[in-house]
């Protein structure tokens, strides 16, 4: 990739395949913003913007915000400042509607990164997590265990294991995941063999040091 190249990515990866942890790395090394739906709906409800009221509204109501919500809160996001040399979205686009309202709205994505990571690592690595609920300090029993099994090692207290980390909520969470995302990576691969898009699948498996070092060679010599 040429230097000074703005880059506008999308990034897919299961729940628990490390998509934090590499946006984190992507961001720092491109200098652009780390935009998830979910922060931006949120700053739009606290802002109080028409959109905004409109996402409130219907989420105090139990009701799915709408595409072209989502869309509208994205489009305002990505028209301040700092994404002039790019952006990442985490989470979103959702639906092929929403990829659709990007090219409406003539935003181009340039790179699209798809982390994979075998079920049975997600399960292992999402299911061994724990958590001291009164400081929210994180513990994995394998790769960050405590000093005494299930218990903080700061205030001696128990560790609880989430309910979403509980492996038949990972399973159910994993085919929510594919369900929402195989059409979308249908979608970009099918673009990136006719168009200027650059897509990247990605091994996981790896410790975060070693996916980044991945993807960002694989970026830079794409």
């Known amino acids: 990739m040429e230097d000074n ?3 506008n990515i999308i990034l897919f990866g299961p729940p628990g395949a490390g998509k934090g942890t590499q946006a984190e790395v992507l961001c720092q090394e491109f200098n652009i913003p780390h935009i998830s739906t979910g922060n931006i709906l949120r700053d739009a409800i606290n802002a109080g913007t028409d959109l905004g009221k ?8 139990g009701i799915l915000v709408s595409d072209e919500v989502i869309v509208g809160v994205v489009i305002e996001r990505i028209a301040q400042t700092d994404c002039k040399s790019g952006f990442l979205f985490d989470g979103y686009p959702r639906t092929i509607p929403q990829a659709k309202a990007l090219d409406d709205n003539s935003i181009e994505i340039n790179l699209v990164i798809e982390i994979n990571v075998p079920d049975d ?3 292992d690595r999402m299911s061994g997590r724990r958590v001291h609920l009164g400081s929210g300090r994180n513990y994995h ?8 099994s299930d218990i903080d090692d700061l205030t001696g207290e128990p560790l609880i294991q989430r309910e979403d980390d509980k492996p038949e909520t990972v399973k159910d969470r994993l085919e929510v995941y594919r369900s929402q995302t195989l059409p979308l990576i249908d979608f ?6 006719r168009e200027n898009l650059n897509y990247l699948k990605i091994s996981g498996t790896g410790s975060p040091v070693d996916v980044s070092d991945l993807i960002l060679d694989k970026i830079k010599n794409s």
Not at 54 to 61: F, I, P
Not at 141 to 148: G, R, T
Not at 188 to 193: F, G, H, L, P, V
Request: proline residues 7%.
């Open 5 to 7: 190249y703005s880059v």
């Open 54 to 61: 409109k996402a409130k509204k219907l989420m105090d109501e």
């Open 121 to 123: 690592v997600i399960i």
């Open 141 to 148: 029993l394998e790769f960050n265990p405590p000093k005494v």
């Open 188 to 193: 970009y691969s099918e673009r990136a063999r």
